[in-house]
């Protein structure tokens, strides 16, 4: 099975705006990294799906000695501009088998790992795990199957982002379908952007997630040499099978 991918060669300055780094969900995502890192006194940490930053930016700030990686060097180019100053180090790289040296903690944040097939996944995981310093943690979060197959799923088109950036807005619809068999949501996604008054512009993109039960996911990172984890529903928040949109795990390798 394969995945169709989100275009981010010609859509990262899209994608930037959308879900941008300044938003309260990503404040509270890093704030819930800080708390999991100081609490197991990490100092570096290598962001292997770094996307545009939002993580590794909100991390640097904490102090924490970063690295950041992504496979997309459109990603990066704009991450890169917005850190200045931050002291990350910006490398293109690969999660299914990229090596940058030995870190204290792994993350990949953002539901980014649904970009891989199963397959996929299991050599990141091995991967990842050759990273990390003995005692290390990953963090990492995906879409929850069993909250899609309980009725989270929306089967109907749903605005999902609103925004004005400068006199432009931009208005963002989903129409997904689920595929219940492997697991996959179809992204089905409508974006409208109007400078002023001018006539709206029409983007359209397509591609695929793969999601995980928490189940699987455990039995991924076990397999994949971890030694325990812990879940979550989101930063803070307990997980629950039927209630959780995502699964945040953070896994340990002792």
């Given amino acids: 099975m394969t995945l169709k991918q989100y275009n981010y060669d010609s859509r990262a300055d899209l994608y930037d705006l959308m879900e941008h780094d300044d938003g309260e969900w990503a404040r509270t995502m890093n704030q819930f990294l800080n708390k999991v890192l100081r609490g197991r006194k990490v100092r570096t940490v290598l962001d292997m799906t770094c996307g545009t930053g939002a993580q590794s930016i909100g991390l640097a700030k904490y102090g924490y000695r970063v690295v950041a990686s992504d496979i997309n060097p459109s990603m990066l180019r704009i991450a890169r501009r917005k850190a200045r100053g931050l002291g990350i ?5 690969d999660i299914r088998k ?9 993350i990949s944040i953002f539901n980014a790992v649904g970009h891989l097939t199963p397959g996929d996944f299991r050599k990141a995981i091995g991967n990842v795990r050759g990273n990390l310093d003995a005692g290390g943690i990953y ?4 879409f929850n199957l069993e909250f899609m197959k309980a009725g989270g799923f929306k089967a109907y088109e749903f605005i999902d982002v609103v925004r004005e950036i400068d006199g ?5 619809f989903n129409d997904n379908s689920l595929d219940r068999k492997n697991g996959v949501l179809r992204v089905h996604q409508r974006t409208f952007v109007q400078k002023g008054h001018d ?3 029409l983007r359209r993109d397509s591609w695929d997630m793969q999601m995980y ?3 699987e996911l455990e039995a991924m990172l076990l397999d994949g040499g971890f030694r ?7 930063p803070d928040r ?3 099978r039927k209630e959780s949109l995502s699964i945040l795990a953070v896994a340990g390798t002792r």
């Fill in 89 to 93: 180090k910006f490398l293109q790289g």
């Fill in 228 to 234: 325990r984890v812990r879940f979550y529903g989101g």
């Fill in 238 to 240: 307990d997980f629950d």
């Fill in 213 to 215: 039960t928490v189940a």
């Fill in 139 to 142: 963090v990492v979060d995906v």
């Fill in 199 to 201: 006539r709206p512009a």
């Fill in 98 to 106: 990229s090596r940058f040296g030995r870190f204290d903690a792994v």
């Fill in 168 to 172: 432009t807005k931009y208005v963002r």
